[in-house]
């Protein structure tokens, strides 16, 4: 049964920085791709980052490009999100998954975490 917990969520200040990390046990790390979604109220889960298994490769929703920054440490079996220039509308629920498909789809991941609540004040 693998596990995802996510962490670092919390209220910052618009221009602030938050640093989440998602720690995955239970299933071998290294050949899964990991990605990172958000949802704020109201509105659909939508796709932020996603990075390949080897670390290799990443991809960005337009929203956050040169902003965000998806990394994995495969040794210490996590995934991190380094988040700066935060913005009011950067706003939600903050969830890591994990899959075989790199993909902005939520569907090609098969395993979530709960969730981190990520702030962001004007």
């Known amino acids: 049964q693998v596990q995802l917990a996510e962490s670092g969520g919390g209220l910052v200040q618009a221009g602030g920085s938050l640093r989440l990390s998602c720690a995955i046990s239970?299933?071998?790390?290294?050949?899964?791709?990991m990605g990172w979604f958000r949802q704020a109220p109201g509105k659909e889960r939508e796709f932020v980052a996603v990075?390949?298994?080897?670390?290799?490769?990443?991809d960005y929703a337009d929203s956050v490009e040169g902003r965000f920054t998806i990394s994995r440490d495969n040794a210490k079996k996590s995934v991190y999100l380094q988040m700066n220039s935060l913005k009011p509308e950067d706003t939600a629920a903050y969830y890591c998954?994990?899959?075989?498909?790199?993909?902005?789809?939520?569907?090609?991941?098969?395993?979530w975490g709960q969730g981190t609540q990520v702030t962001v004040s004007p």
């Open positions: 239970g299933r071998p790390f290294t050949t899964y791709n």
């Open positions: 990075i390949n298994w080897s670390g290799t490769r990443t």
């Open positions: 998954a994990q899959g075989w498909e790199y993909s902005r789809s939520a569907g090609a991941f098969r395993s």
